[in-house]
């Protein structure tokens, strides 16, 4: 039935779509970010690993120490015509026990070296870069491997109680071995970093992203399980990754407020 003024009355639900457009027309004409703007404030969280100067740092120690075992053993313990320079500087302790609290001393700082390494490469792992976390997995804990494994070597060369200058002679050559062995891993390692460094790589999701939208033939992807792979494997894969997307989440958020106010 039409009113006396001859006006119809319109329906609730255009008005309710025409209000909301409002709103949204409202919201879009605010200050926009583009992509550019936020993928380069969120490179510039990228973070070098500093345990390349660590790294560095221990193997000249190591050879530092190496050297002057090999002088101690042959002017103290061999006794090459400085035995009384040596009873002057040594006391009454022998030169191989000198040797002996040398090496335990080198082995505290590669444990603490290696507990630098896990903490910054935590940090890295928790950046998103799953990638280089589990490539240097095994690599980050070789040179403890390395020195513990000298360290049986000398336990079971002290504990053979050989004549003096033969136990001299082999506590030097497992110096040497563990030297030859030690320093190339730990160089491996600082390369391996340093090439991190210098290509200063978005992280890993980004990364996949970013092949998925620029390549020319469609690729399945490698999220899913696999034959070839272990299940276990998977499962850590999806954890880190979940953890991951979490943590670029809230950074993203707050880039967002950040770049909002700024505009």
Same mark, same amino acid.
């Given at each position: 039935?039409?009113?006396?003024?001859?006006?119809? %009355?319109?329906?609730?639900?255009?008005?309710?779509?025409?209000?909301?457009?409002?709103?949204?027309?409202?919201?879009?004409?605010?200050?926009?970010?583009?992509?550019?703007?936020?993928?380069?404030?969120?490179?510039?969280?990228?973070?070098?690993?500093?345990?390349?100067?660590?790294?560095?740092?221990?193997?000249?120690?190591?050879?530092? %120490?190496?050297?002057?075992?090999?002088?101690?053993?042959?002017?103290?313990?061999?006794?090459?015509?400085?035995?009384?320079?040596?009873?002057?500087?040594?006391?009454?302790?022998?030169?191989?026990?000198?040797?002996?609290?040398?090496?335990?001393?080198?082995?505290?700082?590669?444990?603490?070296?290696?507990?630098?390494?896990?903490?910054?490469?935590?940090?890295?792992?928790? &950046?998103? %870069?799953?990638?280089? %976390?589990?490539?240097?997995?095994?690599?980050?804990?070789?040179?403890?491997?390395?020195?513990?494994?000298?360290?049986?070597?000398?336990?079971?060369?002290?504990?053979? &109680?050989?004549?003096?200058?033969?136990?001299?002679?082999?506590?030097?050559?497992?110096?040497?071995?563990?030297?030859?062995?030690?320093?190339?891993?730990?160089?491996?390692?600082?390369?391996?970093?340093?090439?991190?460094?210098?290509?200063?790589?978005?992280?890993?999701?980004?990364?996949?992203?970013?092949?998925?939208?620029?390549?020319?033939?469609?690729?399945?992807?490698?999220?899913?399980?696999?034959?070839?792979?272990?299940?276990?494997?998977?499962?850590?894969?999806?954890?880190?990754?979940?953890?991951?997307?979490?943590?670029?989440?809230?950074?993203?958020?707050? &880039?967002?407020?950040?770049?909002?106010?700024?505009?």
């Amino acid at each position: 039935m039409e009113p006396k003024d001859g006006t119809l %009355y319109a329906p609730a639900g255009p008005s309710v779509d025409i209000t909301r457009s409002l709103d949204e027309d409202s919201m879009v004409d605010g200050p926009l970010i583009s992509a550019d703007a936020l993928h380069s404030a969120i490179r510039r969280e990228f973070q070098t690993v500093p345990t390349t100067y660590h790294a560095g740092l221990l193997s000249l120690l190591h050879v530092v %120490y190496v050297v002057l075992s090999v002088c101690l053993a042959v002017l103290c313990a061999l006794k090459v015509g400085q035995e009384e320079v040596c009873a002057s500087i040594l006391g009454k302790v022998s030169g191989d026990s000198v040797i002996v609290f040398g090496k335990v001393g080198l082995w505290a700082l590669v444990l603490l070296f290696t507990a630098c390494v896990q903490h910054h490469h935590s940090r890295t792992r928790s &950046r998103g %870069y799953l990638h280089f %976390y589990r490539q240097m997995q095994g690599l980050k804990h070789l040179p403890l491997t390395v020195h513990s494994a000298g360290n049986v070597l000398l336990l079971v060369v002290l504990a053979a &109680r050989l004549p003096g200058n033969v136990q001299t002679y082999m506590l030097v050559s497992v110096l040497g071995l563990e030297l030859l062995v030690g320093v190339p891993c730990l160089i491996y390692y600082a390369v391996k970093v340093m090439q991190f460094n210098r290509e200063r790589a978005a992280p890993d999701v980004s990364q996949e992203e970013h092949s998925r939208n620029f390549s020319v033939t469609s690729m399945p992807t490698e999220t899913g399980f696999r034959e070839c792979s272990s299940l276990e494997e998977v499962v850590e894969k999806q954890a880190d990754l979940i953890e991951y997307l979490k943590q670029h989440n809230t950074l993203l958020s707050k &880039r967002l407020l950040n770049l909002t106010a700024q505009h």
